[in-house]
C-alpha cells in the first residue's frame, strides 16, 4: 500500500513536471526544440542558416549583434543562395537546358557556389577568374570539376575583363551546340557537306564534347540575385529575429545581397535601418553618402589595377549594378583593410569565428552601426564565407606582413574613430 502511495506521488510529480516545462516552452522562457527536417537533396539544403548572437561585439556595445552564418551552405558562402536562384529561372524560362554550362566570371564565392549547385541541376560549370584571386578558390573550383580559366585583372570597360570573358564564353557555347545541331539535322537528312564550306569551329576553353548551350549567370546585373535575397534571405532574417530589429549592415558587391535584404526589411517595417559597409577603393561610400560615384584615387588619378586597392575579395566595385540600384539605404561607413584584418583575429579569439575577409568587414559595419546608434538595440550582418578560402591571402602572416597589416591589437582599440 505504501509502495503504491509513492509510485502515485511520484507519477503526480512527474505529470506536474511536464506541465510547468509545457507552459515555459510555450511562453518562450525555454528554447523550443529546433525542427531538424530532413533535407531533399543538396538543392534543399541551402539557406534556413542559423542566426547566432556575436558575443564579443554584443557584450562590449549593449547592442544584440547577430550574424547570419551563411558560411553553413552546402558551397560555404552566401552565395549559394544566388546560384540556386540564377539557374532555377534560367532554367524555367528555357535560357539554360539540362546538360548546358553556366558561365560566370567571378573572384572566387559565386563560382564555387555555381560549381556547386550546377551538377545538382544536371548543369557543368565555366568559371573566368581574376590570377591575383586566392589560390585556394581556383583549386576547389577545380576540385568540385567546374573548367576554370584564368585571366589577368583588367578595367570592367575591358574587353578581357572576367566578366566580359564569360560572356563571350556562353555566346561561345550556344553556337557551338547550333552548330552542332545543324550537322546533326543535315546528317540526318542525307546532305553531307563540302569541306571548303564546312562550318568554322570558334576557339573557346569550353569543353565541347555533347555541349547542350552555354548561359552566363551574369550575377552583377541579373535581378536573379536580388530576388534570392528579397524572396528568401530577407525573409528568414525577420522570421528570426521576430521582427524585432533596428539596423541591418553589409558590404556590396555585385549588390544583390544588401538590395534584397534592405529592400525586404523596409517593407515589412520602415524603421529598420539599413547601412552599406564599403572597403578602401570602393566608389559606393560616395554614391550612397553625396551621390555621386567615384573614388579618391579616380579623383587624383591613382587607379590602380584592379580598380580599388584593398585585400578584401567579393567586396567593393568602382560602377552601379541593376541590383545594388535596387537596395533601400539610410547610409553608409567606410571600413579599412587593418580593420578587417584586426577584426577577424579578434572574431576568431574571441568568438572561435575564422571568418573570410568580406564577413569581417560587415563585423566592422555592425561594430560600427551599433557605437552610432547606442546600447539596446539590434543588428544584423551576414557573415558571408569562413577564412578556409582566404588562408593564401587574407589569412596568411607573411602577406599581410608584406603590406604593413600584420595584426596587433589585443581589443577593439583597432576602430577608427570617424
Not at 579616380?298 to 580598380?307: S, Y
Request: proline share 4%; aromatic share 6%; hydrophobic share 40%.
Amino acid at each position: 500500500m505504501a509502495a503504491t502511495s509513492a509510485f502515485a506521488a511520484t507519477a503526480a510529480g512527474v505529470a506536474a513536471f511536464a506541465a510547468l516545462l509545457s507552459c515555459l516552452v510555450l511562453s518562450g522562457l525555454l528554447p523550443k526544440k529546433q525542427n531538424r527536417r530532413r533535407r531533399r537533396g543538396l538543392v534543399d539544403a541551402v539557406g534556413d542558416t542559423p542566426l547566432i548572437r556575436i558575443n564579443s561585439l554584443s557584450d562590449a556595445t549593449g547592442c544584440e549583434i547577430l550574424g547570419k552564418a551563411e558560411f553553413l551552405n552546402p558551397g560555404g558562402s552566401v552565395k549559394d543562395r544566388v546560384a540556386v536562384k540564377i539557374i532555377e529561372e534560367a532554367l524555367e524560362s528555357g535560357e539554360l537546358v539540362q546538360g548546358g554550362v553556366v558561365t560566370e566570371g567571378s573572384a572566387g564565392s559565386t563560382a564555387i557556389s555555381l560549381a556547386t549547385i550546377a551538377p545538382a541541376y544536371g548543369c557543368r560549370c565555366h568559371v573566368v577568374i581574376p590570377d591575383d584571386a586566392a589560390i585556394e578558390k581556383l583549386q576547389i573550383i577545380e576540385a568540385l570539376g567546374a573548367t576554370v580559366e584564368r585571366v589577368r585583372p583588367v578595367s570592367i570597360s575591358h574587353k578581357d575583363h572576367y566578366v566580359n570573358v564569360a560572356r563571350r564564353r556562353a555566346l561561345e557555347a550556344t553556337n557551338r551546340a547550333a552548330m552542332h545541331g545543324d550537322a546533326r539535322e543535315a546528317e540526318s537528312n542525307g546532305f553531307i557537306q563540302m569541306n571548303s564550306h564546312a562550318p568554322k569551329q570558334m576557339k573557346s576553353d569550353i569543353p565541347s564534347c555533347d555541349c547542350k548551350g552555354g548561359f552566363f549567370a551574369d550575377q552583377f546585373e541579373n535581378l536573379a540575385n536580388f530576388r534570392a535575397h528579397y524572396a528568401w534571405t530577407g525573409p528568414e532574417i525577420w522570421e528570426q529575429t521576430e521582427g524585432k530589429l533596428h539596423a541591418f549592415v553589409a558590404a556590396a558587391g555585385t549588390g544583390g545581397t544588401i538590395a534584397g535584404i534592405s529592400r525586404f526589411l523596409k517593407e515589412k517595417d520602415p524603421r529598420v535601418k539599413c547601412f552599406l559597409i564599403d572597403p578602401p577603393g570602393s566608389g559606393l561610400f560616395n554614391k550612397v553618402t553625396r551621390g555621386v560615384m567615384y573614388t579618391k584615387e579616380e579623383a587624383e588619378g591613382r587607379r590602380l589595377k584592379n580598380p580599388f586597392d584593398t585585400i578584401t575579395e567579393g567586396i567593393g566595385i568602382n560602377r552601379l549594378t541593376k541590383n545594388f540600384m535596387m537596395a533601400e539605404l539610410d547610409g553608409a561607413y567606410r571600413g579599412t583593410d587593418r580593420e578587417a584584418v584586426e577584426m577577424s583575429r579578434f572574431l576568431l579569439k574571441n568568438d572561435g569565428l575564422f571568418l573570410g575577409s568580406s564577413s569581417a568587414m560587415n563585423c566592422v559595419g555592425a561594430l560600427r552601426v551599433a557605437q552610432s546608434l547606442g546600447p539596446g538595440h539590434t543588428i544584423v550582418t551576414i557573415l558571408c564565407d569562413s577564412g578556409m578560402r582566404h588562408l593564401s591571402k587574407f589569412c596568411n602572416t607573411q602577406y599581410l606582413a608584406d603590406r604593413g597589416l600584420t595584426p596587433t591589437a589585443s581589443g577593439l582599440e583597432f576602430l577608427d574613430s570617424r
